[in-house]
Nanobody, 123 residues
Framework: QVQLVESGGGLVQPGGSLRLSCAAS????????MGWYRQAPGKQRELVAA???????NYADSVKGRFTISRDNAKNTVYLQMNSLKPEDTAVYYC?????????????????WGQGTQVTVSS
């Protein structure tokens, strides 16, 4: 199995910064893409940012210019640097990874989610 563990959430004032980390572990053969999603109370989960193994990135319009996603392929870790945070960024942030895992029957595709980390932006 493949596990994703997030860290770095917390309480920050508007205009502040936070850095989220997500480390993948387990029977990983390769990770094609990793991303960050968020879900605010009463709202659907939405994509915040994603990055491929080759470094291509995609951002939600609401975070462009403020958030930066990066990854360390050697460590199977993805980061989300969040600057100029706004109250509307308050949500539970989830890490997602898709790729291939090794099994006794060969390589199989996987898609895994982390447990989520709370980000609260408030004065």
């Amino acid at each position: 199995q493949v596990q994703l563990v997030e860290s770095g959430g917390g309480l920050v004032q508007p205009g502040g910064s936070l850095r989220l980390s997500c480390a993948a572990s387990g029977s990983i053969f390769s990770i094609n893409a990793m991303g960050w999603y968020r879900q605010a109370p009463g709202k659907q989960r939405e994509l915040v940012a994603a990055i491929t193994s080759g470094g291509s990135t995609n951002y939600a319009d609401s975070v462009k210019g403020r958030f930066t996603i990066s990854r360390d392929n050697a460590k199977n870790t993805v980061y989300l640097q969040m600057n100029s945070l706004k109250p509307e960024d308050t949500a539970v942030y989830y890490c997602n990874g898709v790729g291939e895992k090794t099994t006794g029957w060969g390589n199989l595709q996987f898609g895994s989610w982390g447990q989520g980390t709370q980000v609260t932006v408030s004065s």
